[in-house]
């Protein structure tokens, strides 16, 4: 179950990015970029946790598996709501901020000795692998960006809601709280994991979470169906065949 839910979360994370990176090439908004680059590292930290729940865990997968998944994807994500909240010039000082601390993460990450032998039949837990720093990093970058993304999330589709007359508001305050449903649930998959230590329930809420997050880019990104054009009035000079 844990491989198959771990390639399936990978498999929806790089349509995901696929479709954020063909928006970007089309309108070069930087918001989207910030998406496909926290979506291919969503994507590579899936395959990592799905090699390592079916072939065994090694230093190098868990690694991959913490560095992508657990301390860089999220503010990556966080970064475009950055973008669309506080407009461009907010948007690249913390860009350039994230670049120094994704640098020192992957220093950090690469470098950090690992506590004993990893475990083989269950994914590890970071406190129980890595000393403090590593872990801060983890706790600092995932927590303030998850909070990012929620309240953004969470403000836009109050705001949404508020103009629900306009045309589309209804459909943007629908897809703003997927996506902090989603948020939500991508959040609590490390809560399950350090208490309650379920392989399926934390793999479970990484897949429902991004196809949760997945869904509300969908509705987000749809075209509203088209307004019927109103029948021309009937010509004075001709005759109603109908009567």
Same mark, same amino acid.
């Given at each position: 179950m844990v491989p198959g839910l771990a390639f399936l979360a990978t498999a929806v994370a790089t349509l995901f990015a696929q479709a954020t990176l063909q928006?970007?090439?089309?309108?070069?908004?930087?918001?989207?970029?910030? $998406?496909? #680059?926290?979506?291919?590292?969503?994507?590579? !930290?899936?395959?990592?946790?799905?090699? +390592?729940?079916? %072939? +065994? $865990?090694?230093? +190098? %997968?868990?690694?991959?598996?913490?560095?992508?998944?657990?301390?860089?994807n999220v503010p990556w994500l966080a970064l475009g709501t950055v973008y669309l909240l506080f407009g461009l010039s907010v948007g690249r000082r913390t860009q350039w901020g994230l670049v120094f601390f994704s640098g020192l993460a992957t220093g950090v990450l690469f470098t !950090?000795? #690992?506590? +004993?032998?990893?475990?083989?039949? %269950? #994914?590890?837990v970071g406190s129980d692998v890595f000393g403090v720093f590593p872990r801060v990093l983890a706790a600092t970058g995932s927590g303030i960006a998850a909070t990012v993304i929620f309240v953004g999330a969470i403000y836009s589709a109050v705001r949404f809601a508020r103009r629900r007359s306009e045309p589309g508001a209804a459909r943007m305050a629908a897809a703003n709280g997927l996506i902090a449903l989603g948020t939500l649930v991508l959040s609590s998959g490390g809560l399950v994991q350090g208490l309650v230590g379920h392989d399926e329930a934390f793999t479970l809420s990484v897949a429902v979470g991004i196809s949760v997050v997945y869904a509300g880019f969908l509705v987000a990104s749809a075209r509203p169906a088209p307004v019927p054009a109103a029948a021309p009035a009937p010509d004075p000079a001709l005759p109603d065949l109908a009567t």
């Open positions: 928006r970007y090439t089309t309108a070069r908004k930087p918001h989207e970029l910030a $998406w496909t #680059i926290a979506l291919l590292m969503f994507a590579v !930290a899936s395959a990592a946790l799905a090699l +390592g729940a079916s %072939t +065994g $865990w090694d230093n +190098g %997968t868990f690694r991959v598996f913490y560095l992508f998944g657990a301390v860089l !950090a000795p #690992i506590k +004993g032998p990893l475990p083989h039949t %269950t #994914i590890p």
